[in-house]
């Protein structure tokens, strides 16, 4: 069965705090993906990375950054955190077709 | 203009009931579509593929209608366990390519016992 594994589940970090928010996937998966999603906003694609060490910006990838230094785990990284960033954050991994499986999702509150 | 957009609802209909959505969307060059389901605070997953000549799975029905650049998703016999919110995804590029993926904003549902 697919699996996308988001460690962290719940966070509440501090404004300025540097997070960070790892996934595991265990498909072999060439593609994976970092989402957030926002009432009314939908998902909104923050970064993706296609092979290890590759990496490319989505639609809002101001203020984080990823890392891939294995080909099954990507992390997301807010640098310096901020309430804006207070959101869902959904990854996600896919194959050469279109189907993507996501995780859980991390729910992140900055205060 | 939104490059996907749907109906927010809620759409609250009782047990039975059948119901349609439907997605706009405004690349015309878009050539994949899906509809993902989405539980409260959970993560989104695969309903169903959207193909040019309409497919149905059980008591689900999609459409694509290319001309008016929207896909529909019709549920009959509404179950309680139908209630979710329901994603509209689009695809720029053909199968290949899962980057380009656009997620509307979803269309919620509320099936009443």
């Known amino acids: 069965d697919v699996k996308v594994t988001q460690s962290s589940r719940y966070l509440v970090k501090r404004t300025g705090e540097k997070v960070f928010l790892e996934c595991v996937q265990d498909?072999?998966?060439?593609?994976m993906f970092w989402y957030r999603q926002d009432p009314g906003l939908g998902l909104r694609l923050i970064y993706f990375s296609y092979d290890v060490k590759m990496k490319e910006k989505g639609d809002i990838p101001e203020g984080y950054s990823v890392s891939r230094e294995k080909k099954e785990r990507f992390s997301l990284i807010l640098e310096s955190a901020s309430t804006n960033q207070t959101s869902m954050y959904l990854c996600?991994?896919?194959?050469?077709?279109?189907?993507?499986?996501f995780g859980e999702g991390s729910w992140l509150t900055v205060v | 203009r939104k490059e996907v957009e749907q109906d927010p609802g809620p759409f609250n209909v009782p047990e039975g009931a059948t119901v349609a959505f439907n997605c706009t969307y405004s690349?015309?060059?878009?050539?994949?579509f899906f509809w993902y389901r989405q539980d409260c605070r959970k993560e989104p997953k695969l309903l169903m593929s959207v193909y040019s000549s309409g497919n149905e799975d059980g008591r689900f029905t999609a459409q694509l209608n290319r001309a008016s650049q929207y896909i529909s998703l019709l549920i009959r016999d509404s179950k309680l366990s139908d209630s979710a919110t329901y994603l509209c995804?689009?695809?720029?590029?053909?199968?290949?390519?899962?980057?380009?993926?656009?997620f509307g904003s979803g269309t919620q549902l509320t099936v009443l016992p």
């Open positions: 498909m072999d998966h060439e593609n």
């Open positions: 690349n015309s060059a878009s050539q994949s």
């Open positions: 995804v689009v695809n720029i590029l053909p199968s290949g390519s899962a980057r380009q993926l656009t």
């Open positions: 996600a991994s896919s194959s050469s077709g279109n189907t993507i499986y």
